[in-house]
């Protein structure tokens, strides 16, 4: 493969720059490194506040659930739908050197397994369907609500993410905003839209590296790719086929499909990285607002492992945070194809 090993590629969606420099990954590394958790988890543990039957800290007590199960954060960043027309009295939102907007919303936490020492990856088919069918109920119902404009599914895993506790689960931030992330993605595939007649990211995944050095798995319903610019090394999305807004408008067939390939992917990161991999996943549902372009959005689901290779972390430091490009040191071709090397299964 002739790829170039420094480079920059458009992140279409983002609308912004990737730096691909294969170059950095071989320069001597005195960091941080991070090691397998070796200690053999029980399958129940008092002392963890989303296992059943645990009260938690604000006192409630936790069902004694056998299935996903999902409830509202008891220590959210967001809460209310707060009024933040004024502040100290005084009307803000016009100054642009002193603006606010409100910041509300709700916070939610899904816990995939009754089970404390299981991943995704262990689980059947039939809980990983129950799972996705988690995702679409909460997007439903939070989508519904007066004041929810964005509904960001996502989970944190493993230490290396900040995460606090090690029992599978996932969260949900529902805000009464559209993230900045969001209201570039809908920015993008409406223009794209608009200049093509084309949906952005079904017309990226018919480009040919789509069939070949980019593409993992093909399913009937989905596709499992590694984006041309990936912005981490080893990330990649799984993508609908078809023109489909959120998980609330995917059929049983469709969503049971995402939820298997998304449990290969994960099972891929835990064989390349050779234990159960800490990976940061979001699932891009359309904001729902009430904008006319929403209609543009596509759904995708994103994996973003915190590493750079096996045992290294990966840090957004200072160009990145002040250039505000992301260097992956990583060529995608490459990671493609360590992940189509192993099939996902058991
Ligand atoms: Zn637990």
């Not at 009260?55 to 220590?75: E, M, Q």
């Not at 449990?263 to 050779?274: A, N």
Request: aromatic share 8%.
């Amino acid at each position: 493969m002739s790829v170039a090993a420094q480079q920059k590629r458009w992140q279409p969606l983002l609308e912004q720059w990737v730096v691909i420099s294969a170059a950095t990954s071989d320069r001597p590394w005195s960091g941080a490194l991070t090691a397998p958790v070796q200690d053999k988890k029980p399958s129940h543990d008092e002392a963890c506040y989303l296992c059943p039957g645990v009260t938690r800290a604000s006192g409630v007590t936790n069902p004694l659930y056998n299935k996903p199960w999902a409830f509202d954060n008891d220590f959210p960043s967001l809460s209310g739908a707060a009024d933040m027309h004024q502040v100290d009295g005084e009307v803000i939102e016009s100054d642009v050197l002193r603006r606010a907007e409100s910041a509300g919303g709700v916070c939610r936490v899904m816990c995939w397994s009754e089970k404390h020492n299981v991943t995704l990856a262990d689980l059947t088919d039939t809980q990983m369907a129950e799972v996705a069918a988690l995702w679409k109920h909460e997007y439903e119902t939070l989508s519904a609500r007066k004041n929810i404009n964005n509904v960001l599914i996502f989970e944190n895993k493993g230490i290396e993410t900040g995460v606090s506790n090690l029992h599978p689960h996932g969260q949900i931030y529902a805000t009464d905003f559209v993230t900045d992330s969001a209201t570039r993605m809908r920015r993008a595939q409406h223009n794209y839209r608009v200049e093509h007649d084309q949906r952005l990211l079904q017309a990226m995944i018919k480009r040919p590296e789509y069939q070949s050095e980019l593409l993992v798995e093909r399913g009937e319903h989905f596709v499992t790719i590694v984006p041309y610019a990936a912005r981490f090394a080893f990330e990649s999305w799984i993508v609908p086929t078809r023109h489909v807004t959120s998980v609330a408008s995917m059929s049983n067939d469709e969503l049971h499909e995402l939820a298997r390939m998304y449990q290969r992917q994960v099972r891929r990161y835990d064989s390349i990285f050779q234990r159960s991999c800490p990976n940061v996943t979001l699932l891009h549902n359309a904001p729902c607002d009430g904008d006319d372009t929403n209609s543009d959005w596509c759904f995708y689901l994103v994996m973003q492992p915190p590493l750079r290779d096996l045992n290294k972390v990966k840090y957004l430091a200072g160009f990145e945070s002040g250039g505000g490009n992301i260097i992956n040191p990583v060529l995608p071709e490459v990671a493609a194809e360590q992940m189509r090397r192993c099939d996902g299964q058991v």
